[in-house]
């Protein structure tokens, strides 16, 4: 088919897609499925990373429903060019494609009520098997409560294997079923209060479909998270997980570093590469580089402006809980990530809802199944008593998790207004409140062990917390300006005037630390860091040097004009 050059942001049907956006060809996903699958595949992804796209893929090749026409979808694509043995299977299979996406109700009644109501229109979809007699009176009796949303709970609870039963029946042949953000119905059930009842109910429904099933031929579920360890899954003794840390389809959702080189030459971006690297990529599913699919698209269809695209797309209650009950040394974990420093962590993310409080190690798995932090080393987490490594991604997700970070300080002690006094101090001039201010995070946040990391441990520190500043200011790591190489520098953005340049130096005992303060004051100053300043017109830069020892700050600020 022909490509388009339109971006399709938030466009998940796939036939749309196709006729009417770019695209980027992820149909060897058939092929790997064609290949080996196992009875029933799980693959867990943040939000906003494709599924459901890569589900409407698979409806469209395999659905014997309107086969001819949904082959042309396909024209050229990596799963033609893979040969006709692949095509042959294109429009073979009865499909059931379902999502519960949308279920999203406080109480389990509503819940009932929304599920039957996505169950009425899938039966919809296959209201032909009233006619003729391939229903026995008692399905018939069930299609039709179904249909009508009259079906008794038991019958809504099996609707979804008796619908395959059916169908395998009318067509000779077992049913492919997808499932698309299969744990959205759970995770606000266990947010309501109400998740003991909903999990008896989901448990059935899914288990009954997916094994034991002579009707399935195989099936294919999304979501975000594994929930393996309960006993929604507990009997599924046939399911694959291919989940962020471990498992296959690692280049399934989000976009391959080749596939990005791809689409910023179609656009005519190719210098725009290292930016979009910057803020997007970072993601690594089991050893595979991933950008986010959701944010560079956005990036391409704004005209290439870098932007936190992603952030207002990817809330997740259970998170938010577990970061409000964070202890110290969780806080002082998440500050570390924030200042651009790794943290290791053993991995469950298979852990119990009811253990997310008493397990500390189950916040760095719900965070990087959510897409908060990725892996950097690939020992085997589950098995590898030390654990793996983690980190934030990119530049992108950095801007989100100073937000979730700070609401968890402001939790244990007033982090957010904490964090504003510092901030509106340094922007000020006020040099001592900075002081406090910046002094009462160290005790906050860092112990002997991290100060021990010398002065990377501090601008680390320092430069996190200045990244709640962006996208107003633009903040800058040690960039060469004058006859050096600052630390830190604030440029101001648009509608915003004033400045500022840090300094660092580490004092080895208290007493040097107002000395070290002055030198780096000076070397401010001797080596001109605020030429780059007066190149772009800034008036007013306040300049700080900085001196650590330990938990304490010592801080120098000279007059606010650039010199």
């Known amino acids: 088919m022909k490509q388009h050059y339109v971006m399709p942001v938030g466009v998940d049907d796939f036939r749309r897609v196709r006729e009417e956006y770019y695209y980027v060809d992820k149909t060897d996903f058939i092929r790997q499925l064609i290949d080996g699958h196992a009875q029933a595949t799980l693959i867990t992804r943040p939000r906003r990373f494709g599924k459901t796209l890569s589900l409407s893929m698979l409806y469209y090749f395999f659905s014997n429903k309107n086969a001819e026409a949904n082959r042309v979808l396909f024209e050229g694509s990596n799963i033609e060019k893979a040969g006709e043995r692949y095509m042959a299977e294109q429009g073979s299979r009865p499909v059931v494609f379902l999502s519960f996406k949308d279920i999203k109700e406080d109480n389990m009644q509503a819940m009932l009520a929304t ?77 309501y209060g ?26 294919v579920l999304t979501g975000v998270l594994r929930i393996a360890k309960e006993s929604i899954f507990s009997s599924l003794n046939n399911l694959e997980v291919a989940s962020v840390a471990c498992g296959g389809y690692l280049d399934v959702m989000g976009f391959t570093y080749a596939e990005i080189q791809q689409m910023a030459a179609d656009f005519g971006v190719e210098d725009k ?68 420093k790794k943290i ?62 700070m609401r968890h300080l402001s939790s244990k002690g007033s982090g957010s207004e904490l964090l504003r006094n510092l901030v509106n101090s340094l922007l000020s001039g006020k040099a001592a409140e900075f002081e406090e201010s910046l002094g009462e995070f160290l005790r906050l946040v860092a112990s002997f ?48 005037s004033t400045g500022a340049l840090l300094e660092f130096k580490v004092a080895e005992k208290e007493a040097d630390m107002p000395e070290r303060a002055k030198e780096a004051l000076a070397q401010i100053k001797v080596n001109k860091y605020a ?28 007059d606010s004009r650039a010199d």
């Open 531 to 558: 030429s780059e300043f007066e190149q772009r017109g800034v008036k007013e830069v306040w300049q700080y040097g900085i001196a650590f020892c330990g938990k304490k700050c010592q801080i120098e600020a000279a």
């Open 194 to 219: 109400y998740y003991d009842e909903a999990i008896v109910f989901m448990r059935n429904y899914l288990s009954s479909v997916l094994k034991t099933n002579p009707s399935l031929d195989f099936a």
């Open 273 to 340: 590469l290292p930016e979009i690297k910057a803020w997007y990529d970072g993601y690594n599913f089991a050893g595979q580089e991933i950008y986010n699919p959701w944010s560079a698209i956005n990036y391409f269809r704004n005209n290439c402006r870098p932007a936190a695209y992603w952030v207002n797309t990817s809330g997740n209650t259970i998170l938010r809980h577990m970061l409000e009950h964070a202890d110290p040394s969780q806080g002082k974990n998440l500050t570390a990530l924030l200042a651009g």
């Open 344 to 405: 290791s962590a053993s991995l469950d993310e298979g852990v119990i809802y009811a253990e997310i409080y008493q397990n500390s190690d189950a916040l760095y798995s719900m965070l990087l199944t959510t897409g908060y932090l990725t892996m950097v080393d690939y020992p085997d987490p589950y098995i590898d008593d030390d654990g793996c490594t983690l980190r934030i991604p990119n530049r992108e997700i950095r801007t989100l998790f100073k937000k979730e970070v």
């Open 449 to 496: 062990h991290d100060t021990a990391a010398r002065e990377s441990f501090y601008h680390g520190l320092v430069l996190g917390l200045l990244a709640t500043l962006m996208p107003r200011f633009e903040v800058v790591s040690n960039r060469e300006s004058g006859y050096g190489r600052f630390d830190i520098a604030i440029f101001p953005g648009p509608g915003q």
């Open 115 to 191: 599920f039957a109501a996505s169950m009425r229109a899938v039966y919809q979809s296959f209201r032909f098997l009233l006619e003729g007699d391939v229903l026995y009176p008692e399905e018939r009796t069930d299609f039709e409560a179904v249909l009508s949303g009259t079906a008794a709970r038991t019958t809504l609870q099996f609707s979804l294997k008796d619908l395959t039963a059916y169908l395998s029946r009318y067509y000779g042949k077992p049913v492919l079923v997808l499932i698309d953000e299969y744990d959205a119905p759970i995770q606000y059930a266990w947010d």
